[in-house]
């Protein structure tokens, strides 16, 4: 049974920063995909970046919305991933959550995370 344990979120103003951390426990880390998805209120679940890799490398994509402010990479010894968001805008705030992907480039298999709440104010 895979647990993701999401970390870092808070208030922030517009055009800072916060590193999300999500750690993950119970699976196979050493070669897999996971990915960051965000849900505002009243709204849909959506997508925002997703890394994939394995002992010999990796791949990242991201939502067009946050591409070049948004970078997700991973620790493989420490089983966690990281979503840097730099440059946050008020169209940012949503709960945030990590999750193991089924196939690239973002579509979840399912385990989910806790979520972790990020607020941009103006």
């Known amino acids: 049974q895979v647990q993701l344990v999401e970390s870092g979120g808070g208030l922030v103003q517009a055009g800072g920063s916060l590193r999300l951390s999500c750690a993950a426990s119970g699976g196979t880390f050493g070669s897999s995909k996971m990915g960051w998805f965000r849900q505002a209120p009243g709204k849909e679940r959506e997508f925002v970046a997703s890394?994939?890799?394995?002992?010999?490398?990796?791949?990242?994509y991201y939502a067009d919305s946050v591409k070049g402010r948004f970078t997700i990479s991973r620790d493989i010894a420490k089983n966690t991933v990281y979503l840097q968001m730099n440059s946050l805008k008020p169209e940012d705030t949503a709960a945030y959550y990590c999750?193991?992907?089924?196939?690239?480039?973002?579509?979840?298999?399912?385990?989910w995370g806790q979520g972790t709440q990020v607020t941009v104010s103006s």
């Open positions: 999750a193991t992907l089924a196939s690239w480039p973002k579509t979840p298999a399912g385990y």
């Open positions: 890394v994939s890799w394995n002992w010999s490398g990796g791949m990242t």
